[in-house]
């Protein structure tokens, strides 16, 4: 086992590219909610399963540090709109309560609906 963390080989593309990738993986979450759960609650599991390892503890002690997992984590839940929860009882997920009361209470409400209908039917 070695206790060097994976590299990630990345090429710079185009902001356009990574909104456009980040957007359709968004528009599957909100077209396929259901089935983006049950994926996300697989993962889940598999990765508590994992973590009950010793190699698994030994990849979550050093992940768990890790300033690029906190990165992703965060470009994750605004990607999924916090509507990937572990809690399956939950009919409305907070995140999207707050994004709800955020948009409401905004002045440019009416370019943030503008927008959000662009970007969802691609003519941006």
Excluded: K, Y
Aim: no cysteine.
């Amino acid at each position: 086992m070695s206790d060097e963390l994976p590299r990630i080989g990345w090429r710079p593309t185009p902001d356009d590219d990574i909104t456009q990738a980040l957007g359709a993986a968004q528009r599957a979450l909100l077209s396929h909610p259901a089935a983006a759960r049950a994926g996300f609650s697989a993962l889940v599991a598999e990765g508590r399963a994992f973590a009950e390892t010793p190699e698994g503890a030994h990849w979550q002690a050093r992940l768990g540090a890790s300033e690029l997992v906190q990165r992703a984590h965060l470009v994750f839940d605004n990607v999924s709109l916090w509507l990937l929860e572990e809690d399956e009882q939950r009919l409305l997920p907070s995140g999207l309560i707050d994004a709800l009361a955020s948009a409401s209470g905004s002045a440019d409400r009416e370019l943030l609906l503008d927008r959000l209908f662009r970007e969802l039917d691609g003519s941006r």
